[in-house]
């Protein structure tokens, strides 16, 4: 068959909403594309858990401890799903990790901003999970089946997240001046780097268009960055808090709050690796990873010997 006819067949299950699994064809760019997106997205759920998980031996309770230390396992198990997925279209987890390291693979710029008060993990799970969630709850309909199937349990275990940040929020906005005003402080330094998360305005996404017509993506980034600001300004009214954005209004003609325009050179400053913690995040990976090496040599020679022995094992029971 043609290369056209492939493409055209492709696109055709595509719009038909069947998914593209493992063995289907694929062309290269979609193949490519999608590399680029589950690796980042895995990149971003490992980086993800350094920024709170310096904060487990100072959580203010025992209960807080608990979950925090439960949310960044969840992360790190959500990281290896991701991987995986990716390994089903041909990349290799050692070679997605090097090019993280090396500067070739981006992870979300949200991770390179600091926790500085207990109120930061609040924010995060409110905030960043939060819209994680609205771009995420999307890709459980992307159109490659094992990101797809990935996404279903990852989303569950988000909107735990979400949950438990929201409820720190509002036992800070409820409790003495001093934690209203540590709630607001983070409020007011997680606002604009989240409405970041969902990234360029669509006229200036490299990825974007395409991603549309093969379903990768369900919804563009303006979208998902308004649906995020509708849900989550009732939800600041309602503890207590307000938004940073003095441009932030509800337009009764659209059904939508209008918002600020958002520092697309902070943004991009942080994405280039000139951002807060840019470097102190990969150096963290740089040393697990290395660190790591012989847990890792250890486990695959683990592999390897018991692959050996059940193959001699069926050809003892085959003879």
Not at 60 to 78: F, N, T, W
Not at 106 to 130: C, H
Request: glycine share 6%; charged share 25%.
């Amino acid at each position: 068959m043609q290369t056209h006819d492939l493409e055209k067949n492709f696109q055709q299950k595509i719009d038909a909403e069947v998914k593209i699994e493992p063995k289907d064809w694929m062309p290269d760019a979609y193949r490519k594309n999608l590399i680029r997106q589950i690796s980042q997205h895995a990149h971003s759920e490992v980086v993800g858990m350094l920024p709170e998980g310096n904060w487990i031996t100072r959580a203010p309770s025992l209960r807080r401890k608990l979950i925090l230390m439960a949310k960044v396992q969840d992360e790190a198990g959500h990281g290896l799903y991701l991987y995986s997925a990716a390994e089903t279209l041909g990349a290799g987890r050692d070679d997605l990790v090097m090019d993280l390291l090396n500067g070739k693979a981006k992870y979300s710029s949200i991770f390179n901003y600091p926790t500085l008060t207990w109120a930061d993990i609040g924010a995060i799970g409110w905030l960043v999970d939060g819209a994680a969630i609205m771009n995420q709850v999307m890709l459980t309909r992307t159109s490659y089946g094992p990101y797809a199937r990935a996404m279903v349990r990852i989303c569950k275990e988000e909107s735990f997240h979400q949950r438990q940040g929201y409820e720190i929020m509002l036992t800070l906005a409820k409790g003495s001046p001093e934690q209203k005003a540590m709630a607001q402080d983070a409020l007011d330094r997680w606002w604009w780097p989240s409405l970041m998360m969902f990234g360029p305005h669509d006229s200036e996404s490299t990825h974007s268009e395409q991603s549309m017509k093969w379903k990768i993506k369900r919804k563009s980034n303006d979208e998902l960055r308004q649906a995020f600001v509708d849900a989550t300004v009732p939800q600041a009214e309602l503890i207590g808090l307000k938004v940073p954005d003095p441009d932030l209004k509800w337009n009764e003609k659209r059904g939508h709050y209008d918002f600020g325009e958002i520092n697309w050179n902070e943004f991009w400053n942080v994405v280039k690796g000139r951002g807060p913690c840019n470097k102190q995040r990969l150096d963290a990976r740089r040393n697990a990873w290395e660190n790591g090496a012989w847990v890792r040599e250890a486990a695959m020679a683990y592999a390897e010997k018991k692959a050996a022995r059940r193959m001699k094992q069926a050809g003892e029971e085959a003879a």
